[in-house]
């Protein structure tokens, strides 16, 4: 397996295919580089260098006990393109992996960096607080942690459903993808999933956001059940300095699978832009 060696010693896992101008991909939880693969190879084939690792504690990169937290996901990030020195990436994330996106631009820059893609990405700030009233109340995380220690696997296969979209009446089920969900979130550390759900849902991403002085896209499904769309790229879009925001009707979270072409179409157009 190809890694890279982050400053505590982690070993991070990341695929790297094709030549070209770079996009890098930050993937979602509980998941791994794998949720990529339709992107990946769509812009692989039409000469771009795509690269996405495994976050630390995800996927077959190194389960570390410590260091499961944004600032450190951003640094890893950094460390990687630092060490496969790449300049003028367009960086894409979805869901967890687009605060990562915006952690990273937030303490790293832009220097690496030419435009963003935030896909029903958590940032500005998915917990409610005194000071950010409108968003999801603590108990909606403090469930997902106690459904992830009671039952890992089961909880798994049951957030595959709304995460797809496949609750709703009109849905085409796959059960492939189900299965691919449930295979990529237990290979995983529990422990490192457990703490990623307060660094994605407790960060405050809001000055972040404010230093991505890049062109940045935001796209997003208007059924999104995992992150509302109110409480993510609608305020986001806000609050970035050059932002777009795309929205699609009727798409889940898990959008990148269930309507791969038109994201991959979009990201074609966004990148060539």
């Given at each position: 397996m190809t890694t890279a060696t982050m400053k505590d010693g982690a070993k991070i896992y990341f695929k790297d295919w094709g030549a070209g101008p770079v996009v890098t991909f930050s993937h979602g939880w509980p998941l791994t580089a794998d949720a990529w693969d339709a992107q990946m190879l769509f812009l692989g084939?039409?000469?771009?260098?795509?690269?996405?690792?495994?976050?630390?504690?995800?996927?077959?990169?190194?389960?570390?006990?410590?260091?499961?937290?944004?600032?450190?996901y951003a640094d890893d990030l950094a460390t990687l393109l630092a060490t496969l020195d790449i300049k003028g990436a367009t960086m894409i994330g979805h869901s967890t992996g687009g605060g990562e996106?915006?952690?990273y631009i937030g303490r790293h820059g832009t220097s690496r960096v030419s435009k963003a893609v935030l896909i029903s990405a958590v940032p500005p700030h998915m917990a409610q607080t005194p000071m950010n009233p409108n968003s999801a109340p603590m108990s909606v995380f403090d469930g997902l942690r106690s459904s992830l220690v009671a039952d890992r696997a089961g909880f798994f296969k049951e957030l595959a459903m709304p995460f797809f979209g496949y609750n709703r009446p009109s849905a085409k089920v796959s059960q492939g993808q189900i299965d691919s969900f449930w295979l990529q979130g237990m290979m995983g550390s529990l422990q490192g999933e457990y703490d990623c759900i307060k660094a994605f849902s407790e960060t405050d991403f809001t000055d972040d956001l404010k230093k991505m002085t890049i062109?940045?896209?935001?796209?997003?499904?208007?059924?999104?059940?995992?992150?509302?769309?109110?409480?993510?790229?609608?305020?986001?879009?806000?609050?970035?300095?050059?932002?777009t925001l795309k929205e699609y009707a009727g798409a889940p979270h898990g959008m990148c699978v269930t309507y791969a072409d038109q994201v991959n179409a979009d990201l074609l157009a966004f990148l060539k832009g």
């Open positions: 084939n039409n000469g771009y260098r795509v690269i996405a690792h495994d976050r630390r504690s995800h996927g077959r990169s190194d389960q570390t006990w410590t260091g499961n937290d944004m600032d450190t996106v915006a952690r062109p940045t896209l935001l796209l997003q499904g208007d059924d999104d059940q995992i992150v509302p769309i109110d409480i993510a790229s609608r305020r986001s879009v806000k609050i970035l300095p050059k932002a």
